[in-house]
């Protein structure tokens, strides 16, 4: 289980996948696996949609993982729009794969779930799924956590608030929202160490490679921008492959002083592109020389 790597004493490294849309692109994410795996991550993740539509394809990719990559999986799970009955075929499945991690999420709301099924759906928040897994497994649970708040909390206090409760529920380790100014996470992190959060924090890293998705990416995620990162962007607005070596260039610089400033582990948001990831590790690989 995931829980007992972090137990190692150093910095631990883990990559996010997604499952592609199209069945006929399917065979691409285990081509982007295979190349992942040269790389020796401690785990990697897989990504779930909301409404649960590719919940076999999450299945199937974990399973992959753990059982032709020999690496630990962790499968996504969203609360949204699923029932319990949904929950435990899924946790069985799992199992069944030889996958024994899950993230545990509330999940965005699906483009066509109706006002009546969103306000009556049966869990509200990623802790009501966490109580049953705890409850029937002993699975091993992460939590998502926001360096700069949830978009929807009214505060900090608050947001840490429901954190713990999150937490003291029965995740064993968090992995954080991206976010591109260090500072923010390590004031996050002395707060709810203040809290009496206690459990392992990986920070989220999402090397930006075109302008287009720093843009996406504050949009769904209401991470702030430095002026560093934003200033790189405009600089090699026309240069897309200048913008591309910048980005990653930022992205080794985070990671290195996270790891000096001893971070339990670094959680690189790949998009799918083993390529992006090779080079970010070769980069900090050849600086620790």
Known sequence: M??????QGRTIFSFEVFPPKKEEEFNDIYNTLNKL???NPDFISVTYGAGGSNSKKTAAIASYIKNSCDIEPIAHLTAVAMDEAFLTDFINELKEKGVSNVLALRG????DM???AYANRRFLHAEDIIRIIRRESDICIAGACYPEIHPESESRESDLYY????VDTGVDFLITQMFFNNHKFYKFRELAEKKGIHVP?????MPITSAKQLGTSVTLSGTSVPGELSSLVAKYADAPEDLRKAGIEYAVKQIEDLIANTVDGIHIYTMNKA???KEIMEQLSISKI
């Open 275 to 277: 390529d992006t990831a």
């Open 108 to 111: 965005d709301r699906p483009k």
């Open 163 to 166: 954190l713990k409760q999150k």
């Open 201 to 205: 924090i990986s920070a989220g890293i």
């Open 37 to 39: 795996k040269t790389l």
């Open 114 to 116: 109706s006002d009546e």
């Open 2 to 7: 995931i829980k007992n790597i972090y137990r």
